[in-house]
């Protein structure tokens, strides 16, 4: 089992920033990468990012938050990272990261086999 407890939602004005953070624990040597979704009230939850857990960094994002939004690990710290820049109203979602231990970077998220508990995120126009 994995255990991944989300933080550092809030709400901010849109152009602002937030720093997500994703804390793994347990069997944290089977996951191959962890990623990002968000779920908007009414709305279907979407890929956001993801980001490999070891080895050579790589990343994937969604086309709405590429070059706003930043996936980022401290494996030392089996903590991952999500920096969001440049933020809109529409970005306001709860936000959960997700870890699958499958190779490959994915971005369906029936792919991924534990998940936190989500972090909110609010942006006000």
């Known amino acids: 089992q994995v255990q991944l407890v989300e933080s550092g939602g809030g709400l901010v004005q849109a152009g602002g920033s937030l720093r997500l953070s994703c804390a793994a624990s347990g069997r944290t040597f089977s996951i191959y990468d962890m990623g990002w979704f968000r779920q908007a009230p009414g709305k279907d939850r979407e890929f956001v990012a993801a980001?490999?857990?070891?080895?050579?960094?790589?990343?994937i994002y969604a086309d709405s938050v590429k070059g706003r939004f930043t996936a980022s690990r401290d494996t030392a710290k089996n903590t991952v990272y999500l920096q969001t820049n440049s933020l809109k109203p529409e970005d306001t979602a709860v936000y959960y990261c997700?870890?699958?231990?499958?190779?490959?970077?994915?971005?369906?998220?029936?792919?991924?086999?534990?998940w936190g508990q989500g972090t909110q995120v609010t942006v006000s126009s």
């Open positions: 997700a870890a699958d231990s499958a190779y490959g970077l994915n971005r369906d998220e029936d792919a991924y086999d534990y």
């Open positions: 980001i490999t857990w070891s080895g050579g960094v790589r990343t």
